[in-house]
């Protein structure tokens, strides 16, 4: 299976987290940019293989539904999506309606990913949102009416000023509207954004390492007692319902990105289209190689990436698969990383496989990132 990923880069606003590519969304800007996005689509080659779909963003539903459909059609017509389908847009829950999901639906939408970030009031003002508790609801509801397959809510701990009782009852709060999929995210206050200035002058305003570790915890033990699967160290799910296409993410799988931005990996090699949007639409518009970044992944690097992607998942990464693809006796060649960390309780080894314990988790960017600069 291979994802497809499209970046829909206009927002209604700009969020002061967010390091995406993204642009207030202005009609014109937004035109040329799609039109864009058909020649780049227009000119890929084809596929026979099973394809997800994710469209991403920016703020996806900032196009008008008849756009979106029409850009599915397109995604469709050159890679056939994989049955069972999962195609994701992502939305922003106050400009969901009733009737665009079912154009959604209609066009082949099977999963809804709906940013929501908090229900707590003072929170959602502090990420710079402009939605309500009440919006949320209208549009879980509505997406059960189009029949959109699954939900799923994006949420984000470590908020400056959240409290533990505040996110319990954030997840609470989401749990009650019966989700298919939770996604809890740690907030990451990125260099060049607004919270980076604000952490700059005021750093005791956000969560230390301490809080957002209890705030981890309390997401864990909520979802978990809810009946969710925690399959992946920030999405929890219900059964059937993990997403297919970030699964092939971390599965090392391949990937195409379309639009500006967006990102790939094919044959061992990762590539970046260019963040400039007027050179993006200016080469794409042209049917000219788009500027990008790229580099190939060989040997150790290839292989420390696959580590790193598989210990973010539940099953961990299996031996037999990694040295199958990668040549490598897992136990051997990483002995003197694996051994510390499961003598410190943090990695669990057995024949199969190894995975990160519960405490692992909680640390999981520092272990993964020793396997990405082992020589």
Known sequence: MTGIYV???????????????????????????????????????????????????????????????????????????????????????????????????????????????????????????????????????????????????????AVPGQTKESWRSSLETAIALGPDHVSAYGLTVEDGTSYADWRAREPAAFA???????????????????????????????????????????ANGEYIGFGVGAASYRNGVRSTHTRDLAAYVAAASRGLKIPDQSERLEGAQRAGEAVMLALRTAQGLSFAAFKERYGLNFLEYYASIVEPYRAAGLLEVDAAGARLTRRGRFVANDICATFITLP
């Open 7 to 157: 970046h829909l880069p206009f927002c209604p606003y700009i969020c002061p987290y967010c390091d995406f590519a993204k642009w207030p969304h202005k009609e014109s800007a937004a035109r040329r940019y799609l039109e864009a996005l058909h020649s780049e689509l227009d000119a890929a080659s084809s596929a026979d293989s099973e394809h997800t779909v994710f469209l991403g963003g920016g703020t996806p539903n900032t196009y008008a539904p008849a756009a979106i459909a029409d850009l599915l059609a397109r995604i469709g017509a050159k890679f056939p999506v994989s049955q069972p389908r999962e195609v994701t847009i992502e939305v922003n829950p106050e400009l969901v309606s009733a009737s665009a999901l079912e154009i959604y639906a209609a066009a082949g939408v099977s999963r809804l990913s709906i940013g929501v970030q908090s229900f707590v009031e003072t929170e959602i003002r502090t990420l710079g949102r402009r939605h309500d508790a009440g919006q949320v609801r209208t549009a879980v509801a509505a997406a059960r009416s189009a029949g959109i397959a699954s939900v799923s809510l994006d949420l984000m701990f």
């Open 208 to 250: 230390d390492q301490d809080l957002e570790g209890d705030l981890y915890d309390v997401a864990i033990d909520t979802l978990e007692k809810a009946g969710f699967e925690h399959y992946e160290i920030s999405n929890f799910a219900r059964p059937g319902h993990r997403c297919a296409h970030n699964a092939n993410y971390w």
